[in-house]
């Protein structure tokens, strides 16, 4: 199949650009020896995760059970699910324990320990654990120090739980306002020290405590020191995206994903492009703070990708978007050509399809499906 011959908006995955970003990443954490457990949240696609896989059977993180169940049904045995597990979840990860997955859990809190040791204990079952970490103040976890870590492990341990070890994530990384490879570095830093004096405290309150996880995209490229880390965890390195490009983590010639639109129409007031993809299409994420002026809700390339300097999605509605020039006016582009717009956030854009039309060149050479919902 040719590209013309697609419907629009249709998702379009550069198979050399998704090559060599896991292979960058693969040779990157070579050197410290440390394992990598990626994160197919981003991509939720079998064929993607063939390729980032040290075997068919894992390891891999996802962020719902959606993902966990459809990984499970193609083979995958060595899941990580690193979301806060609720008490309603427990029946569906027990189901794919049962089926011989290695599903592991992530708890926060004594009260959720206390809940799914109840479950556990109604069912007769040892779940595989880990604990959350807040590394950063950015979103959930136990800070390192907080008693409350020692007594939710103790809590699973005195209910014949598994507890493997700890979890965390520097999702702060996305937000600092000089990002930069030192600043990365010290993130990271800060990321390994938080997992590691956690498991430290959980030793010596007696729980061997073998998994110490970590990971972001940026800190998994620029963390210099993984010593006491078991894996890292990184999701969006195979596609890249605005975000990363603006956080100097990647070029956006690097960027694996984009959406294939078509012009269909111009404003006569600002002579701005409309295309068919609105926010259904592109999502409404907008970036880095500061950034929106300059990429909107993603960067227009022509149709064999190459960048339309100065061009970006500057709004959108449900199934249109509105071209605009940042200086001067949109180029005349007649109705029906087609556009690829480079997203603001890979994961969101990647969200509204349900497959990943493969290129090389002009050909489509793969339809990759892709797995959707909780």
Request: proline share 6%; net charge neutral; glycine share 10%.
């Amino acid at each position: 199949m040719r590209r013309h011959h697609l419907p629009t908006p249709s998702l379009l995955l550069d198979e050399a650009r998704l090559r060599r970003n896991i292979a960058r990443l693969d040779e990157r954490l070579r050197a410290p020896g440390v394992a990598l457990r990626p994160h197919c949240k981003t991509c939720k696609s079998m064929d993607v995760a063939r390729l980032c896989m040290v075997s068919p059977q894992g390891p891999i993180t996802v962020s719902t059970l959606a993902e966990a169940e459809y990984f499970a049904e193609h083979g995958v045995t060595d899941i990580c699910y690193a979301v806060g597990v609720t008490p309603g979840k427990l029946a569906r990860a027990l189901a794919l324990r049962q089926r011989g997955i290695r599903l592991s859990l992530l708890l926060d809190s004594a009260e959720s320990a206390r809940q799914l040791a109840a479950f556990a204990r109604e069912r007769k079952h040892i779940f595989d654990l880990l604990l959350e970490i807040d590394c950063d103040g950015h979103r959930s976890g136990l800070r390192p120090d907080d008693p409350e870590l020692t007594e939710t492990a103790a809590l699973l341990a005195g209910a014949g739980q598994n507890l493997m070890g700890v979890l965390t994530h520097a999702g702060s990384a996305y937000d600092l306002p000089n990002p930069g490879p030192e600043v990365f570095a010290a993130l990271a830093e800060q990321e390994r020290g938080a997992a590691v004096r956690a498991a430290q405290r959980l030793r010596e309150a007696g729980h061997a405590c073998p998994v110490v996880s970590v990971g972001s995209t940026p800190t998994a490229f620029y963390g210099e020191n993984f010593t006491g880390v078991s894996e890292v965890r990184a999701g969006v390195y195979m596609f890249q995206d605005l975000v990363m490009a603006g956080l100097g983590v990647c070029r956006p010639e690097d960027i694996a994903l984009s959406v294939l639109c078509t012009v269909i129409g111009r404003r006569k007031d600002s002579g701005n492009l409309v295309v068919d993809a609105g926010w259904m299409a592109l999502s409404r994420d907008t970036g880095l703070p500061g950034r929106f002026a300059r990429e909107g809700y993603g960067l227009v390339c022509d149709a064999d990708g190459k960048p339309l300097p100065g061009l970006r999605v500057a709004e959108t509605n449900q199934e249109h978007g509105i071209i605009a020039a940042c200086e001067g006016l949109c180029p005349p582009l007649p109705v029906g050509t087609l556009l690829r717009v480079l997203p603001v956030h890979a994961c969101a854009t990647a969200a509204a399809f349900d497959a990943y039309h493969v290129c090389r060149g002009q050909e489509i050479t793969a339809v990759w499906p892709r797995c959707r919902g909780w």
